[in-house]
Structures are given as structure tokens and as C-alpha cells.
């Protein structure tokens, strides 16, 4: 479990450093960045190991209505990661869609996941999420919504969104997790 805390931590922090430190992180220029994305990976790295290495109570487990809430919610998911990065008519109605995303991902994720280990991994994600929202709000409370995207983006985010949550069932099965029961 010390893996999975650790790994959250540095996810967080390197994350967070930004917001909460911008001075120090603009004194760095770009290498900041690289170190940024060093530590991140390093979090996405020890989170993996922790998660799996990790050990806890068990209070609930899959349930066929609950999966099927989980997979809908996985695609809305991937969805808004989609609308994100390709500023559809999503985008341009919620300012953070990444990080909702991130939310509603530990949020389906925990209702299939009911024991420590999840708790920690998804519940922990879903509090960073929450609060780099809030940090992003005060440290940048003016908002300018995207241009309108033409119709061939808000397609292509759909079609993408199912390919990519094609894939992600596909790995989730071939590391023995099966996403559809």
C-alpha cells in the first residue's frame, strides 16, 4: 500500500506544483516541465505497482447492474477526455471536461471496486481531481470558452471515443480483468 500512497503523492504533486508554487515553477523554465513529467510517471509507475501489490477489506464486488452502469459511465468518460482535447460543443460548455472525466472514471470505476486498495487508487484520484478543479478556479477565475468546432470534430470524437473504449476493454481483458462480466 506504501507504493499505491507514494504514487498518488507524487501524481498530486506533480500536478498541483504548478498551481501552488508558480513562482518556483516558472523559475524553472521548461525544464520544470521535463521534471514535472518525471515525477508524474514516476506516480503512474508506483501506483500501478501498489495497486497491484496491495492488499485491504473487501466490501463490495461486481454485480451485473453495476457493470453495466460502470461501462456507460467509462464511455461518457472517454468521451469527455475526447471533447477535451478536441474542443467539441462540450468543451465549450464545461470548462474542465479532462478533469470530469477523471471524476466520473474513479467514480465507475469505484462502484465495481468496493475494497481498500480502490478506495485509495480511484477514491484518491477522484479528491485530486476535485481539488485541481477548485486550484484552477481560484488561481484562474476567467474563463474564455473555446470557438465553436465544426461538425466533423464532434463526429470524429464520437466515433473516436468508441475506438478507444474498444481498446481499453480489450487491454482490461487481456490483463484478466473482463469489463462486460
Given amino acids: 500500500m506504501a507504493y499505491l500512497i507514494l504514487g498518488l503523492a507524487l501524481w498530486m504533486g506533480g500536478h498541483l506544483f504548478k498551481r501552488i508554487a508558480p513562482d518556483m515553477r516558472a523559475g524553472m523554465g521548461n525544464a520544470g516541465k ?3 513529467a518525471l515525477v508524474i510517471l514516476a506516480g503512474v509507475v508506483l501506483m500501478v505497482i501498489g495497486y497491484g501489490r496491495a492488499d485491504g477489506a473487501f466490501f463490495w464486488g461486481r454485480h451485473p447492474a453495476t457493470v453495466g ?3 456507460l459511465l467509462m464511455l461518457l468518460s472517454v468521451y469527455m477526455f475526447a471533447a477535451a482535447g478536441m474542443k467539441t460543443a462540450l468543451a465549450r460548455k464545461m470548462r474542465h471536461p479532462m478533469l470530469g472525466a477523471v471524476k466520473v472514471w474513479a467514480l465507475a470505476h469505484l462502484l465495481v471496486n468496493g475494497d481498500v486498495p480502490s478506495f ?3 477514491g484518491g484520484l477522484l479528491a485530486w481531481a476535485v481539488v485541481e478543479m477548485i486550484v484552477i478556479n ?3 477565475p476567467d474563463w474564455t470558452r473555446p470557438a465553436p468546432a465544426p461538425m466533423s470534430k464532434e463526429i470524429a470524437a464520437v466515433v473516436g ?3 478507444v ?3 481499453i476493454s480489450a487491454i482490461h481483458y487481456w490483463l484478466g480483468y473482463p469489463v462486460f462480466g
Fill in 138 to 140: 481560484r488561481s484562474e
Fill in 120 to 122: 485509495v487508487l480511484f
Fill in 165 to 167: 473504449y474498444a481498446a
Fill in 34 to 36: 521535463g521534471g514535472a
Fill in 69 to 71: 452502469i460502470n461501462n
Fill in 161 to 163: 471515443s468508441v475506438v
